[in-house]
Structures are given as structure tokens and as C-alpha cells.
């Protein structure tokens, strides 16, 4: 059983709960209990959304006045959402929306992996949608083996899940391994309805935004690498495809479409042979389409990934993009297939080269000291996890970017010129690797 509070003025009040899930069909019970300090009559609107956010409005006579009733709400064994206005509730002036998160019906575990997330209308497979859910399913299979690969010992363990909303995701974690401590890799295709603020964590450009509920399609693959070694670097890529769209008879964002990602690496410690190699994998695969992307995005990268509190990056970068839609779709979508195939031969020579260098306390405690700004940016400004807690999805998946394990020291400086204070600097100062 929930708590919340509703304003009520001159006989109307709207409540809107923001929620992680909120299953479609909502049954509202009549406010019979309800005694404001004016006699009224007062009547509910039926809600019916499968989305995250609800909104209802009561409707009463202009004879009553102002009170402060109190909204309950609980799960009914018929899967429904019943909510009650209990007693007498209290004087107050004005008119408030009061918003807070609820966690209901979060996911359901599958016993398998389903071959598709898409809903039945979206599996032609020369549509877009299809094609990049079937894209993000192969990079996940290539990238989880060649990590198996190099580790030798850890195995990823799969989850498979959906959402009451619309869509699912498969997760999989390797977790303790001979090489990583932690490697997350992710993919998920969820649609349904979103609130405003998750449209915003999405779209933060947007202004054409009316309130209400915004339909919503969204796919992507995501992971964060952390490995044991301090000399080896931590490695993280995203790819996501995104669309909003707004029925005639529900308000909200324009049809909107955009591509979004990128792949960018962390080390603690700067080996330029590494840092070079790396960067001109993420080059090669930009300049197939367009010259201009890779100085392009590299700054986007440089720029996104700035820890605004520290003064300083994540790492030294990659390349990163988002909301672009300003190509032709077909083009975008095979730009986004080869990044996502440029991951590998990216990053796992780095691997093969410093997994197995010998490292000292010191080195690690310094490899723990910048997880800790891995932390801060993911939690703080990471747009990614931003919309999934918005927008109700999985936590376990959200948050499987985090490390391990992380350590702050109060006021930490390393020595001017040691290889510690060398990489601080190349996150304080980016530079051109080629």
C-alpha cells in the first residue's frame, strides 16, 4: 500500500504518478469515504494507459471547497491497481500536481531467450526496427565470445526479461572472472508510453513537448567492461535507435526518429600505442561514410563525457553521437552496424597486450580512484541511465555499467609527472591521438 497526497480546488483535481510500471487497465474505486468540509458529489474517470505515467481527473460539484484528501492506491488480486480517497481530509490553499515514483510489475524473467522483443506489426524484417533489433543481437553474441575468449575462465550469465509495457531485453553479465572483475552486455527493444521527463532524459533539445504521455519505440545495445588489471583499460559502447510518435487523440511529441552512441575507452594508465590504436579503429569505421564525422563525434565524446564537478573527462575518449537524424536512415543504420562491428578489433588487442602485466597496490588503489569518477559520471550525468530509471526499466541492467568496486580518497593529487598525473592531465586537457 502506497501513500499520496491530492490538492483539490473548486471541485477538480489532477494526480499524476510517475511509475516505474503501470500495468494497462487501472480500476479506480469510487470515493464514497470521502467527507470534504462542503457536501459534494464527486465522480472518477476511468484511466486505461499502458504506460508509465497515469493521470485522472475527478470530477464534483463547483460547491465544494478546498481540501487535501489523501490517495491510496493497491495491487488487486485481478492484477488491477485499485485507489481509494480515505476520511476527512484537510484545508489547504491552492491547486498542486503531485508527482512521485512507484515501483510496480517490474519485469518478468523468461525461462529462454525469445528469438525477437518486437511487438507482432513491428517483425517485417526489412523494417528499421527490425533490422536493428537483429543487428544489436549479433553484436552481442560477438562481443560476449571474443570476452569468454580472451578471459579464459568467466562465462556470461543470461537473463532474458520483458516489461508489461511493451518489449524486453537479454542481459548478460560476466561477473569474477580471470581477466574482468565485471562485463556487462546488454540489449534491449522496449515501447509502450513515456512520461514528459523521460522524453526530456531522452530528447533534452526538445521543445515541442506538450504534457501527456509520449508513444515511444526504443532499441539499443549497451555494455561497460571493467577489467581486473589496472594497465588494462575499461572499455564501454552504446548503440540505440530511438522513435516517439503522437496519435491524433493522444498529446505529445511530433513522430520523431534519431540514431544515438558511441564507443570510448578508460584507462588508468596511458600507453599511447593503445590510446592511438583504438582511436583510429573508431576513425576508420567514421570515415567509410562521412569525413567529417570522426573530428565530429571525437569532440562530442570529449565534450559528453566531461565530469562537470571534477573539471576533468571520464577517460580519453572515442567517438559519441546522439539525435542524429539529419542523414538518410538507410545510411545511419549502417553506420551504427559498423561501429558496433569496429568494437572487437578495437579493443581486444589492447586486452590481449595488458591483462597479464604485473601491477603493484599502488597501481590498483589508482584504478580504483578513477572507477570512482566512472561512478560519479554514470550516476550523475549519463543520459542512458537517466531515461531507465525514468522510464521504469530494468535496474539490474541499468546498472550494471557500475564496477565492482570503486574507492574516493578526500582530496587526492597525484604527483606531478607520474604516469598517474600524466593521465589526469589527458583528462583535464584532450588530445588528438590521430
Same mark, same amino acid.
Given at each position: 500500500?502506497?501513500?499520496?497526497q491530492a490538492f483539490?480546488?473548486?471541485?477538480?483535481?489532477?494526480?499524476?504518478?510517475?511509475?516505474?510500471?503501470?500495468?494497462?487497465?487501472?480500476?479506480?474505486?469510487?470515493?464514497?469515504?470521502?467527507?470534504?468540509?462542503?457536501?459534494?458529489?464527486?465522480?472518477?474517470?476511468?484511466?486505461?494507459?499502458?504506460?508509465?505515467?497515469?493521470?485522472?481527473?475527478?470530477?464534483?460539484?463547483?460547491?465544494?471547497?478546498?481540501?487535501?484528501? %489523501?490517495?491510496?492506491?493497491?495491487?488487486?488480486?485481478?492484477?488491477?491497481?485499485?485507489?481509494?480517497?480515505?476520511?476527512?481530509?484537510?484545508?489547504?490553499?491552492?491547486?498542486?500536481?503531485?508527482?512521485?515514483?512507484?515501483?510496480?510489475?517490474?519485469?518478468?524473467?523468461?525461462?529462454?531467450?525469445?528469438?525477437?522483443?518486437?511487438?507482432?506489426?513491428?517483425?517485417?524484417?526489412?523494417?528499421?526496427?527490425?533490422?536493428?533489433?537483429?543487428?544489436?543481437?549479433?553484436?552481442?553474441?560477438?562481443?560476449?565470445?571474443?570476452?569468454?575468449?580472451?578471459?579464459?575462465?568467466?562465462?556470461?550469465?543470461?537473463?532474458?526479461?520483458?516489461?508489461?509495457?511493451?518489449? +524486453?531485453?537479454?542481459?548478460?553479465?560476466?561477473?569474477?572472472?580471470?581477466?574482468?572483475?565485471?562485463?556487462?552486455?546488454?540489449?534491449s527493444v522496449v515501447?509502450?508510453?513515456?512520461?514528459?521527463?523521460?522524453?526530456?532524459?531522452?530528447?533534452?533539445?526538445a521543445t515541442d513537448?506538450?504534457?501527456?504521455?509520449?508513444?515511444?519505440?526504443?532499441?539499443?545495445?549497451?555494455?561497460?567492461?571493467?577489467?581486473?588489471?589496472?594497465?588494462?583499460?575499461?572499455?564501454?559502447?552504446?548503440?540505440?535507435?530511438?522513435?516517439?510518435?503522437?496519435?491524433?487523440?493522444?498529446?505529445?511529441?511530433?513522430?520523431?526518429?534519431?540514431?544515438? +552512441?558511441?564507443?570510448?575507452?578508460?584507462?588508468?594508465?596511458?600507453?599511447?600505442?593503445?590510446?592511438?590504436?583504438?582511436?583510429?579503429?573508431?576513425?576508420?569505421?567514421?570515415?567509410?561514410?562521412?569525413?567529417?564525422?570522426?573530428?565530429?563525434?571525437?569532440?562530442?565524446?570529449?565534450?559528453?563525457?566531461?565530469?562537470?564537478?571534477?573539471?576533468?573527462?571520464?577517460?580519453?575518449?572515442?567517438?559519441?553521437?546522439?539525435?542524429?537524424?539529419?542523414?538518410?536512415?538507410?545510411?545511419?543504420?549502417?553506420?551504427?552496424?559498423?561501429?558496433?562491428?569496429?568494437?572487437?578489433?578495437?579493443?581486444?588487442?589492447?586486452?590481449?597486450?595488458?591483462?597479464?602485466?604485473?601491477?603493484?597496490?599502488?597501481?590498483?588503489?589508482? %584504478?580504483?580512484?578513477?572507477?570512482?569518477?566512472? #561512478?560519479?559520471?554514470?550516476?550523475?550525468?549519463?543520459?542512458?541511465?537517466?531515461?531507465?530509471?525514468?522510464?521504469?526499466?530494468?535496474?539490474?541492467?541499468?546498472? #550494471?555499467?557500475?564496477?565492482?568496486?570503486?574507492?574516493?580518497?578526500?582530496?587526492?593529487?597525484?604527483?606531478?609527472?607520474?604516469?598517474?598525473?600524466?593521465?589526469?592531465?589527458?583528462?583535464?586537457?584532450?588530445?588528438?591521438?590521430?
Amino acid at each position: 500500500m502506497g501513500q499520496y497526497q491530492a490538492f483539490q480546488c473548486h471541485g477538480n483535481y489532477s494526480i499524476n504518478l510517475l511509475c516505474d510500471e503501470v500495468p494497462s487497465i487501472f480500476s479506480l474505486l469510487s470515493p464514497s469515504n470521502f467527507t470534504p468540509h462542503t457536501p459534494h458529489s464527486a465522480r472518477l474517470l476511468m484511466a486505461s494507459l499502458s504506460a508509465s505515467s497515469l493521470s485522472f481527473f475527478p470530477l464534483s460539484s463547483p460547491s465544494c471547497s478546498l481540501t487535501k484528501p %489523501q490517495l491510496s492506491f493497491s495491487i488487486a488480486t485481478t492484477n488491477r491497481i485499485k485507489f481509494t480517497i480515505p476520511t476527512k481530509p484537510r484545508n489547504h490553499v491552492g491547486t498542486h500536481v503531485i508527482r512521485s515514483a512507484v515501483s510496480i510489475d517490474k519485469e518478468i524473467l523468461l525461462s529462454e531467450s525469445p528469438h525477437t522483443l518486437l511487438r507482432e506489426s513491428d517483425r517485417d524484417g526489412n523494417s528499421i526496427r527490425a533490422r536493428f533489433q537483429q543487428m544489436i543481437m549479433k553484436a552481442q553474441d560477438i562481443v560476449c565470445e571474443a570476452i569468454e575468449e580472451v578471459d579464459g575462465i568467466g562465462k556470461f550469465k543470461e537473463d532474458a526479461w520483458t516489461r508489461s509495457g511493451g518489449g +524486453g531485453g537479454i542481459s548478460r553479465v560476466l561477473q569474477d572472472g580471470a581477466v574482468w572483475e565485471k562485463a556487462g552486455v546488454n540489449i534491449s527493444v522496449v515501447y509502450g508510453m513515456m512520461p514528459p521527463e523521460a522524453y526530456r532524459a531522452a530528447k533534452p533539445a526538445a521543445t515541442d513537448l506538450n504534457p501527456g504521455p509520449v508513444p515511444f519505440f526504443a532499441a539499443g545495445i549497451s555494455s561497460v567492461l571493467h577489467p581486473r588489471n589496472p594497465f588494462a583499460p575499461t572499455l564501454h559502447f552504446n548503440y540505440r535507435y530511438f522513435e516517439t510518435d503522437a496519435p491524433k487523440d493522444i498529446p505529445g511529441a511530433p513522430r520523431q526518429w534519431w540514431f544515438g +552512441g558511441g564507443t570510448d575507452l578508460t584507462p588508468a594508465y596511458i600507453f599511447e600505442e593503445d590510446v592511438r590504436h583504438f582511436h583510429s579503429i573508431q576513425k576508420r569505421a567514421c570515415d567509410k561514410f562521412d569525413p567529417t564525422f570522426y573530428p565530429r563525434f571525437k569532440k562530442w565524446c570529449d565534450d559528453y563525457f566531461y565530469i562537470k564537478h571534477r573539471g576533468e573527462r571520464r577517460g580519453l575518449g572515442g567517438i559519441f553521437f546522439d539525435d542524429l537524424n539529419d542523414y538518410d536512415q538507410e545510411m545511419l543504420l549502417s553506420f551504427a552496424t559498423e561501429c558496433a562491428n569496429s568494437v572487437v578489433p578495437a579493443y581486444i588487442p589492447i586486452m590481449e597486450k595488458r591483462k597479464d602485466m604485473p601491477y603493484t597496490e599502488r597501481h590498483k588503489a589508482w %584504478q580504483q580512484l578513477r572507477r570512482g569518477r566512472y #561512478v560519479e559520471f554514470n550516476l550523475v550525468y549519463d543520459r542512458g541511465t537517466t531515461f531507465g530509471l525514468k522510464t521504469g526499466g530494468r535496474i539490474e541492467s541499468i546498472l #550494471v555499467s557500475l564496477p565492482l568496486t570503486a574507492r574516493w580518497e578526500y582530496d587526492h593529487k597525484p604527483e606531478e609527472g607520474s604516469e598517474e598525473w600524466k593521465l589526469l592531465d589527458a583528462c583535464i586537457n584532450p588530445k588528438e591521438w590521430v
